[in-house]
């Protein structure tokens, strides 16, 4: 390593879990001795620091800087990007969270879904989009996620 020179030693990992599960990523990182007091791990998503407090259901481990989701949902799926710091330069290293839904069994005569998934939302996130058909009488509107 160039001294000085920030970098990431452990990387976090892509993931795919299912909804409501735990989703862990693990990073480390090292820089010069003599800015090693300095060093930090932060996290983002989808290129944003996360806020904690309004992300209550993530939590960064002060002692091994790893990020946790807790009853993850469809919508933490992203790309998270783990930032080593030592406050004159940086190093990032990311990975992708993907979170499936859970699976819907539905038992009926005549039945028909749609499902559109939606992009562009505010905060960066799709929409799924569910639609039912229940005999002939046309569409019915479901769900929003």
Aim: aromatic content about 8%; overall charge neutral.
């Amino acid at each position: 390593m160039p001294p000085g020179k920030t970098q990431i030693v452990t990387a976090p990992m892509d993931m795919m879990i299912r909804e409501g599960e735990e989703a862990k990523f693990t990073c480390t990182g090292t820089t010069d001795p003599e800015e090693v007091e300095n060093l930090r791990i932060s996290w983002k998503k989808d290129n944003r620091t996360i806020n904690y407090e309004l992300a209550q259901r993530v939590i960064q481990n002060a002692i091994d800087n790893s990020l946790t989701i807790s009853g993850t949902m469809y919508l933490d799926t992203g790309k998270y990007t783990c930032v080593a710091s030592n406050g004159l330069d940086f190093s990032e290293a990311s990975a992708q969270l993907i979170v499936q839904g859970q699976a819907l069994t539905i038992f009926a005569q005549k039945l028909s879904v749609r499902f559109n998934k939606v992009k562009g939302c505010k905060n960066g996130t799709d929409i799924l989009y569910l639609s039912a058909k229940f005999g002939e009488d046309g569409w019915e509107h479901g769900s929003r996620r």
